[in-house]
Nanobody, 126 residues
């Protein structure tokens, strides 16, 4: 599976952006798909994840809950992250990730994901 993320950019505090990640392959619907982010000088952190197989399990980090929404369109092999009310602390490179078999309790852990996109930069100005 190859993942291609896009949609990053520069936005002011309180603004919105929508990230997209397109996956190759015919089994996309089976994959857990997630977004992680990495700010300069910090470790990669979990943002959101959505399960595959139509089970619609969704998790968010506490820092983005209520502001970000993850969704997927299996017909288009795409997972999206709608980011509203952006804050300067949301500034980071955002990565999409995928894995076909995860335990729900470990779906927020980066090392559990086998496939990664190249990242897209989100900058939120104050």
């Amino acid at each position: 599976v190859q993942l291609q993320a896009s949609g990053g950019g520069l936005v002011q505090t309180g603004g919105s952006l929508r990230l997209s990640c397109v996956a190759s392959g015919r089994t996309f619907s089976r994959y857990w798909m997630a977004w992680f982010r990495q700010a300069p000088g910090k470790e990669r952190e979990f943002v959101a994840t959505i399960s595959g197989y139509g089970r619609s399990t969704i998790k968010y980090s506490d820092s983005v809950k209520g502001r970000f929404t993850i969704s997927r369109d299996n017909a288009k092999n795409t997972v999206s992250l709608q980011m509203n009310n952006l804050k300067p602390e949301d500034t980071a490179v955002y990565y999409c990730a995928g894995d076909q078999s995860l335990i729900v309790g470990r779906a927020t852990i980066a090392v559990e994901y086998d496939y990664w996109g190249q990242g897209t930069l989100v900058t939120v100005s104050s």
